[in-house]
C-alpha cells in the first residue's frame, strides 16, 4: 500500500525505544519528590545518563541515515528538513538538556520541561497519534476558522465586558488586556470565579458570552469527531480495495495475503472485528459474482 513496513528488528528497536523514554520520564518527574530523589538519585542519574545517549545516537542516526528518493529533493534538503521539523526539535531536546546539565548548567524546571518533550516521541509509534496527524492537516482550514471566530468572540467578550465594569472594578476590568483573562475563562466555560460582574449589564453581557461559549468550545471537538470518522471511512474504503485487488488475482485469499492484509491493518489503524466483517463481504460479494 505505498508504506514501508518495519521489519522484525525495527519493531525490537521500537519497542526499546517507547520503554526507554516512557522509564527516562517517569524517572524524571519521581526526582521532584525530595525524599525518592535522595533515596534513588544514583538511579534516577544513571537512567538519565543511558536513555539521553541512546537519544543522541538515535538522532544522529535519523540525521545521516535520511536519503532523498525524489530527483528534485537532494539529501541535505531532507536532513535541514528533518532539523527543524517538530519531531526533530524534540528529538534535539530530548538529549541536549541533559549536555547542558553536563556543562556545567544547573537543574532547572525549564529544563525538565524540555526534556520531559521527549514523551512526544512516542507519536512515532502509534497509529492513534497518525491518524490524529491525518485527521488534523485534513481539517486545518476548518479549525483554523474556528479559532478564528473564537478570537473575535474573545475581543468581543473583553472589550464588552470593559465597557460595563471597568469603572466599579478597575483591578479587574481596568483595560482590555486584563478583561481578556474573564473573557477566556468565561468562553472556555472553565468559570474560576475569581473576577466576576457585579453591574446588571455585566452581568447580562456575561450571561450571553457564557451561552456562546458553550457552542464555540465545543466547535473544534465537533470538526474534529468528524474528520475522525471521516478518516477511518477512507481507511476502511483502502482496506477494501486491497482485499479485492488481492481475491480478483487467483478468485481467494491465501494464507501470504492474510499476512499482508494483517500489516495493512495494523498500518491503518483498523480493528481485528472491522477488517474480518470488510474481509468477509468483499468474499461474499466476489462469491456472488462467480
Excluded at 522509564?23 to 544514583?42: D, G, N, W, Y
Excluded at 537532494?74 to 524534540?90: A, C, K, N, W
Excluded at 470565579?193 to 456575561?206: H, I
Aim: hydrophobic fraction near 50%; glycine fraction near 4%; charged fraction near 20%.
Amino acid at each position: 500500500m505505498g508504506i514501508k513496513r518495519p521489519s522484525t528488528f525495527q519493531k525490537v528497536i521500537n519497542l526499546t525505544l517507547i520503554i526507554v523514554i516512557i522509564l527516562s520520564s517517569i524517572c524524571l518527574v519521581l526526582t521532584t519528590e525530595p525524599a525518592l530523589a535522595k533515596k534513588f538519585s544514583f538511579i534516577f542519574w544513571y537512567v538519565e545518563v543511558i536513555s539521553s545517549f541512546i537519544f543522541f545516537v538515535e538522532y544522529l542516526f535519523r540525521l545521516f541515515t535520511t536519503k532523498s528518493t525524489h530527483p528534485f529533493t537532494s539529501t541535505i534538503e531532507l536532513r535541514i528538513r528533518y532539523l527543524f521539523s517538530p519531531l526533530g526539535l524534540v528529538d534535539l531536546f530530548s538529549f541536549l538538556p541533559f549536555f547542558l546539565i553536563l556543562s556545567g548548567w544547573s537543574q532547572t524546571p525549564q529544563l525538565m520541561l524540555l526534556q520531559l518533550l521527549r514523551l512526544f516521541k512516542l507519536t512515532r509509534y502509534s497509529m492513534a497519534f497518525h491518524l490524529l496527524a491525518d485527521v488534523l492537516r485534513d481539517e486545518a482550514e476548518s479549525l483554523m476558522v474556528s479559532v478564528v471566530l473564537m478570537f473575535i468572540i474573545l475581543i468581543f467578550a473583553s472589550v464588552g465586558i470593559y465597557i460595563f465594569e471597568h469603572d466599579v472594578q478597575p483591578e479587574a476590568f481596568g483595560s482590555i488586556p486584563k478583561a481578556m483573562w474573564w473573557a477566556i475563562v468565561t468562553l472556555t466555560t472553565v468559570g474560576y470565579g475569581d473576577v466576576t460582574p457585579v453591574t446588571v449589564q455585566g452581568k447580562v453581557f456575561a450571561t450571553f458570552i457564557t451561552i456562546a461559549g458553550v457552542g464555540l468550545v465545543s466547535l473544534p471537538a465537533g470538526i474534529i469527531a468528524s474528520g475522525f470518522t471521516e478518516q477511518l471511512r477512507l481507511r476502511r474504503e483502502r482496506f477494501q480495495m486491497e482485499v479485492e485487488n488481492l481475491i480478483k488475482r487467483d478468485g481467494r485469499l491465501s494464507a501470504k495475503d492474510m499476512e499482508q492484509l494483517e500489516e495493512d491493518r495494523q498500518e491503518l489503524g483498523l480493528t481485528r472485528d472491522n477488517a474480518r466483517l470488510i474481509i468477509d463481504q468483499v468474499e461474499k460479494k466476489e462469491a456472488r459474482k462467480a
